[in-house]
């Protein structure tokens, strides 16, 4: 009889296990996804915003120098030091150049913190799966009985009275 129970015990306790694991498994594999969906849709979202910035500059160097050289042309002004300082459209490819320089920097930046991201989920469903299957392992350990402890029998002692005298 008891070869029974504890044969029946150790069967639900491995289907349970079993199907702790699965779960957590199941729950890991369904958060890495959403971490790698979530990933792509920020590098892609980040991307698009990098290029419209980057499109938007350029639309707005073209117009400052087109306009700047209208304005040269028509009132030609004759400024101290001008031959030292930078055409309008020398100073817009400069300025074109750091931008380009700043968002591929982002662009960087960003796809470091998606691989932070997607490291850490990996490192954090790594150590729930382990997590769950050293409590799995745990829950299928045999129980051990305590043993009683038997108590010490000693003979009581019979304290004697003291007589004190009172005084009137």
Known sequence: MF???SKFANETS???T????????????TVASAVNDNSKRFTTTSDQVLDAVLDANRRIVDVAVTNVDRLNEQF??????????????VAGERYLDF?????SINREMNQRV???ITADTA???AKKTTAGKATAKRATAKKRTAKKATAKKTAAKKATAKKTTTTA
């Open 123 to 125: 490192e954090t469903t």
């Open 18 to 29: 079993n199907n702790v694991n699965d779960t957590i498994k199941s729950a890991n594999d």
């Open 114 to 116: 998606v691989d932070m």
């Open 76 to 89: 030609e002004l004759e400024l101290p030091f001008a031959d030292r300082m930078p055409t309008p459209a």
């Open 99 to 103: 931008v380009e320089r700043a968002v």
């Open 14 to 16: 491995a289907t349970v």
């Open 3 to 5: 070869e029974q129970i």
